[in-house]
């Protein structure tokens, strides 16, 4: 018998790698929207770079939202 965790009511952090990967963009891109000012940048962890998993998740909210009005325009 399996046990099952629903991970978008845990906070935890999340890395470069998994923020990127979430959202289906290159790391390279993600630190560019970080440079533009449409994500925050990280917190520093020592030499990681994290950011909390809630955050990660008002994005990706944030990113259908958009993808959902682009496609309402058209």
Do not use: H
């Amino acid at each position: 018998m399996g046990i099952a965790i629903d991970l978008t009511n845990t906070e935890r952090l999340v890395s470069t790698a998994e923020f990127a990967l979430r959202l289906n963009i290159s790391e390279k891109e993600l630190y560019d929207r970080i440079k533009d000012g449409r994500i925050k940048p990280p917190v520093k962890d020592g030499r990681k770079n994290i950011w909390l998993n809630s955050y990660v998740l008002e994005c990706i909210l944030e990113k259908f939202k958009d993808s959902s009005q682009s496609k309402i325009q058209a």
